[in-house]
């Protein structure tokens, strides 16, 4: 599909008017030539450095995509300089995943929802129109609840989380599985976070136990926690809904264990700010956030954050990006992120746990980086229980009711 006119960009040539050839001299030749020729000579040699020297004589394609969280892969400037070795730069339009999945997005060449809902929602409208969307699959992120030291600790104290073994730092876990029918019996009975004691952690707290998400109406974090919610909330059976008046009903008994608000970008932002455990001292994040804040913090500090920490909830849904190409050119750019071994490494030092060409998780590589670096290393060997997670038409009707936002089907008949 072509998405308008391609920008290009290329070096501007140099043109030198000639002068007669009586008012020249030798002399004033060198004076004129010689330094053009210099720099000219000292662009190449920086270009070669850079590992760029044909950019001048060959254009530079930019590329529109449109996603949430996964722009922190493309806004990093490791990947930037990458992909301009490639001739390729790239324009982000940040939006939550949902919303991408259900507005227009005609005028983009890629698309990069964080999780299969909403990549599904997308290459299934494509496939109705009869439009081209090639979907790539370059690494995953498990759904954690981002949260302090104090807080875990005060969940363990309550019987509500374990640490996860061989997370330990000198005696100090990082990580922890949190037992989500508990939590959110928590929820469920407004207990507040002095009720379970957080007062033996040195601070007080007289607010309600949640867990602080992105507006569930447009972001895929909030929408994978909300199924995760769904399958493991008392009196389930942990069956998903597999009929309207099922996800309708399963809405409405979980709507008042979700807290939304903070715009999907802000959530991580609030939990590594200073205010952050004021804030939200609980929040849904994706893992790789969490790892590549820790590897930086690393790299500044000498040491981890020992107070920030993550909570892996039992019966773990991973959620899958999907890079989804909407044109020949953006469908290159797929399989660069998914198989050029530069990007696929970087990927990784973000915190994102890259796959094998079988779809596996190539985890013993994120291991060795993490461990390398100092950085405590969560357990990756996927021995969590998976969620099956909704059809996609009840997972979007327990998201309308939820968030008392339209479903997919309504916009999409929206003028």
Not at 27 to 49: D, E, I, N, Q, S
Not at 101 to 108: G, V
Not at 133 to 154: C, D, G, M, N
Request: with cysteine; hydrophobic share 35%; proline share 6%.
């Amino acid at each position: 599909m072509a998405v308008g006119e391609r920008r290009v960009t290329a070096e501007p040539r140099l043109g030198i008017r000639r002068e007669s050839r009586s008012s020249w001299s030798r002399r004033g030749f060198l004076l004129v030539v010689l330094p053009l020729l210099a720099a000219v000579l000292t662009g190449v040699g920086v270009l070669a450095v850079s590992g760029n020297i044909l950019l001048p004589f060959q254009g530079v394609i930019t590329l529109e995509g449109k996603m949430a969280s996964k722009r922190d892969f493309f806004e990093d400037e490791e990947v930037q300089r990458i992909l301009m070795k490639h001739h390729i730069r790239v324009h982000i339009t940040s939006s939550g995943s949902r919303e991408v999945a259900i507005r227009d997005i005609s005028s983009y060449d890629f698309v990069f929802p964080s999780g299969q809902p909403a990549g599904d929602l997308i290459t299934s409208e494509r496939a109705a129109q009869n439009r081209y969307a090639k979907v790539h699959r370059p690494f995953v992120s498990p759904i954690v609840l981002a949260t302090y030291r104090e807080y875990a600790q005060a969940l363990v104290d309550a019987g509500t989380a374990t640490a996860q073994r061989g997370s330990g730092d000198g005696g100090q876990p990082f990580y922890y599985v949190l037992d989500m029918p508990k939590f959110l019996q928590h929820i469920h009975d407004k207990r507040r976070w002095n009720d379970i004691g957080i007062q033996r952690q040195g601070i007080t707290n007289a607010n309600r136990i949640v867990a602080q998400s992105p507006d569930v109406c447009g972001s895929n974090s909030a929408g994978t926690y909300l199924a995760l919610v769904a399958f493991t909330w008392r009196g389930n059976g942990d069956e998903v809904p597999d009929t309207d008046q099922e996800a309708d009903e399963r809405g409405r008994a979980i709507r008042h264990l979700m807290e939304q608000g903070l715009p999907s970008a802000d959530v991580f932002r609030t939990y590594i700010s200073p205010e952050g455990k004021n804030i939200a001292p609980v929040v849904v994040a994706y893992e790789h956030q969490y790892l590549a804040y820790q590897v930086h913090y690393q790299a500044r500090s000498k040491k981890p954050d020992p107070q920030r920490v993550l909570l892996y909830p039992s019966g773990q849904f991973v959620t899958q990006p999907q890079f989804i190409a909407l044109n020949k050119d953006g469908d290159r750019l797929g399989e660069l992120i998914t198989h050029d071994p530069e990007l696929r490494q970087r990927a990784m030092e973000l915190g994102f746990r890259i796959l094998d060409p079988t779809g596996q998780v190539a985890g013993d590589r994120l291991t060795r980086f993490l461990e390398e670096r100092d950085v405590p290393v969560p357990a990756i060997d996927g021995d969590d229980t998976r969620s099956a997670m909704p059809r996609l038409r009840y997972l979007e009707r327990m998201i309308s009711v939820v968030g008392d936002c339209p479903t997919a089907e309504a916009v999409a008949g929206q003028p």
